[in-house]
């Protein structure tokens, strides 16, 4: 990760907080976004999902957490399965998280490998009443590639068909929208770098430089302070300004024109916004700033 350790506290509060909505006897689970293919044996990187992320603080691929606050045995009310290292690994993509580096950054002391989980699941399942699954309930998402945990909810329903099913994303709405202190700094965070960036772009903002320099020096003051993009950016000059969601930017600024900023940073997960107009000659015309 690029930026500085989180103190685990935040995600231990955040599944205190879960289990408080969960009903009596029930089982949660979530699991880590697939990092999706390009072609031949090429991929993206892994963009982590949220929800895991705000209970656990893992960032890594094939990851999977299990809350059963009313388990029979204590060790089994929180427990973080994670992809098993190996040299193999170590040599084609990197490090992966220890058990102990993965309690560190959780606060969860019961972390196994994937493997563990059939076996583990069926008895949490044979125990519970009621499961908690995940999903990406947005009013306005497209839902075209299947995701992890929507193959897992296919197989849990078949091979569990009498249990009692809830939407885990409705809880998860409720408390996402309530910011802790941990929370609102990392928010600071990723304000301070997106002025970081907006600063170096708009330095060298002039006519005859096109979007996609300006889009460069947000991205190196965004990467070189622990940060990325919150969204896809758009920077605009003249009539590309008028798109309301134009990514293109590769056309360049003229003299007169207005260059539109709609581009911010995350900082771990956590991510500012930031939409204004700036003139592209330095000084807006009495017409674009008629105060």
Known sequence: MRYAPIDPQLFITNRERLKKLMLRNSLAA????????TNAD???????NTDLFYLTGIEQEETMLLLFPDADDEK???VLLLREPSERLAIWEGHKLTQAEARRISGIQTVLW???????FHRLMCECEHVYLNSNEHKRAVIEVETRDARFIQDCQARY???????LARLMHRLRIVKSHWEIDL??????????G????????????NETEVEAGFAHEFIRRGGGFAYEPIIATGANACVLHYIQSD???RKGDLLLLDVAASCAHYNAALTLPIPGSGRFTRRQHPA
């Open 30 to 37: 979530v699991n880590a976004n697939d990092i999706l293919p």
């Open 42 to 48: 090429g991929s993206l990187a892994l963009r982590q």
């Open 76 to 78: 089994h009310r929180e």
């Open 114 to 120: 994937l493997s563990e989980v059939p076996v583990l």
């Open 161 to 167: 068909p009498l249990h009692d099913y809830q939407r």
């Open 187 to 196: 928010i600071k965070q990723a304000c301070a770098i997106t002025g970081k």
């Open 198 to 209: 907006f600063r170096r772009a708009s330095r060298f903002v002039k006519p005859g430089v």
């Open 251 to 253: 056309q360049v600024s």
